[in-house]
């Protein structure tokens, strides 16, 4: 009788360590980078984000707290300390949400505007330049990962596979 590891193997596909921490590395540079400007530019990373966030969500949904929580992928409450430190700042202001009078709606100053627009062209330029290696070792992967996949099996009329 097979042990579990052995099934295991036979049931998911191959894992490609290499092609996966290529990625997570041209990944990391990348965020690295992007961090370090930040904090150049006078504001910690996280806040860059909020920023970023903020002015990408114009159009499509409001910025609120719980938008930001969710688009930055942490707690309520560190948003609101994120958020309380730029307004301290002058880079954000907080407004009532007309629509749900217990949210609250965060908007970009000039202050943070100009942070902001410095910050994402750099960015920018940083893509046009490291960009290609990323969407290269992403490319390798997503082929590697979809090539190791075996076909499901559907039934057809008549029942047979």
């Known amino acids: 009788m097979p042990d579990a590891a052995t099934t295991d193997r036979h049931r998911s596909p191959a894992v490609d360590y290499h092609t996966l921490a290529d990625f997570r590395y041209r990944l990391r540079r990348f965020l690295r980078a992007r961090e370090l400007a930040a904090r150049t530019a006078g504001v910690a990373p996280q806040q860059y984000l909020v920023l970023l966030q903020i002015k990408g969500s114009y159009g499509r949904e409001l910025p609120t707290i719980g938008v930001l929580a969710e688009r930055l992928q942490t707690q309520h409450h560190g948003v609101v300390q994120l958020v309380d430190r730029l307004v301290e700042r002058g880079m954000v202001a907080r407004r009532p949400d007309a629509r749900d009078r217990r949210g ?24 046009r330049t490291e960009g290609p290696a990323l969407v290269s070792s992403l490319t390798r992967l997503v082929r590697k990962s979809m090539d190791a996949r075996t076909p499901l099996r559907t039934k057809r009329k008549g029942g047979l596979p």
């Open 104 to 127: 609250v709606v965060v908007e970009l100053r000039p202050a943070g505007e100009a942070v902001l627009r410095r910050l994402a062209r750099y960015s920018i330029a940083e893509l």
